[in-house]
């Protein structure tokens, strides 16, 4: 929806102001896409991302109109009309925004809303998003960003068309990072973006991965893209930021308080095409981010991992609890998940190939009535293998041919190991 263009009357109020119709309040459509970019930002800020009365309302009035209802007290909902009295009395919502957008432009950063090009208009896809069983605000409140903000030199939607999220534990064990690091680096080597949280272990290995491999990764966060959070991989996002994106919805210096954690999940389950979970606990935002995944659609992954390993317990339980919950082992599984129909099938799984593999049923039968030592005549061999003598006769031709049996005067035998690799030695010593 195009917000400055509408033409809609927004709901009534006082002020003076005339709203629904932001082009009549700046004099031209720069200022009006301003304001309007400022609205959505200020209206980030009264109430946390994904609260749907606000998309709701911003759905229909325009988020300029929406801003002026919720700040004169016009709220259709109790719990709302509470938080933006509460947000408001610590400050002026519009100067706030404001302060950001500078912040920003000092930082490098910039402001993404879903009038821009680079808008990634997947996570429009959040708007149908219903978790069951929800007894949690935060469970319930997963409507569409209002905007990014964005640090990095990629568009976003770009960067998120072709994208996968790899996600799980940060206690993660050495064999969690491993897969996630290999996830990542394959995913990248691929040219599929990697997207994680940047949280320590599985987040981390999977970034890494992809930046190994020269690729493209985004971190989308869960506070303001210039305090990175945890601290400690200051120098990780720091590189993701020179080659890829860090992403967030909160403006510049906002803190990564809990529930944005569950917020931010949203966002990397609606705004890539999957989500692998390579460990997780019993109770692990990873399998929040999985079944935001499965309610939108998503196509949900997860790489099983020990049954004795408490990183493992939730990835599991996934697997039990969500019949559309895949399981995935390596790169080539999550392409087929995710990939093009037909152009990315994984290879089937198979063992060592053998030379007996190739053999049909009647050859199979006579080598395996062979005993294991000395010879047998081919009457005897024939009636043990249940064949008749003149098929048993053309078989262990064929078997001799391979170098898989020798003929000797009293009748046929197992090659020697060492006849078997040549081939060469048991002709020899067939004297043919």
Known sequence: MDDRGSGRSGPAGSGGRPRGDPTTDGGGDVSADEENRLA????????EPG??????????????????LLLDGGSPDGWLHATV?????????????????????????RLVTPDDEEWPTRVGGLAELRLPDVTRRVDGETAPPLC??????????????????????????????????????????????????????????????????GGLTVAVLACGVDRPYPMGNT???????????????????????RPRFLIRNRVIAGGTLGTVVVEASARSGATQTARRAIHTGR???????????????????????????????????????????????????????????????????????????GA????????????????????????????????REDGYALAPPADAKTGAKAKTEQGT
Request: neutral net charge; charged residues 25%; glycine residues 10%.
């Open 299 to 373: 196509v949900a992954m997860v790489v099983p991992g020990p049954v004795t390993s408490a990183m493992s317990v939730g990835a599991h339980e996934l697997l039990r609890e969500h019949p559309k919950a895949r399981l995935v082992t390596g790169v080539a599984h999550v392409l087929e998940e995710v990939g093009r129909i037909g152009a990315d099938l994984a290879p089937p799984a198979r063992g060592p190939q053998r030379a007996t593999d190739a053999l049909d049923d009647d050859a199979r039968s006579l080598l395996e009535a062979l005993p294991r030592r």
């Open 85 to 109: 009295a509460a947000r408001s009395a610590t400050g002026d919502a519009r100067t706030v925004a404001a302060e950001a957008l500078e912040r920003a432009e000092r930082l490098g950063a």
């Open 51 to 68: 609260t749907r009365v606000v998309h709701r309302l911003v759905e229909r009035f325009g988020p300029v109109a929406t801003l002026d």
């Open 148 to 213: 990014f903000w964005v640090r990095g030199g990629w568009p976003l939607g770009e960067a998120l068309e072709r994208s996968v999220a790899v996600v799980g534990a940060r206690a993660a064990t050495g064999y969690g990072q491993h897969v996630a690091t290999e996830l990542g680096y394959g995913l990248a080597e691929r040219d599929w973006t990697v997207v994680s949280g940047g949280a320590f272990g599985i987040d981390a290995a999977a970034h890494r991965g992809a930046l190994n491999a």
């Open 376 to 407: 047998m005549g081919v009457d005897r061999l024939a009636g043990r293998a249940g064949v008749d003598v003149r098929t048993a006769l053309r078989k262990l031709s064929l078997l001799e041919q391979l170098s898989m049996v020798v003929r």
């Open 235 to 257: 120098a990780l996002f720091d590189r993701i930021a020179d080659t890829g994106l860090l992403v967030s919805e909160w403006p510049p210096g906002a803190e990564p308080l």
């Open 40 to 47: 959505r930002v200020a209206l980030t800020w009264l109430a």
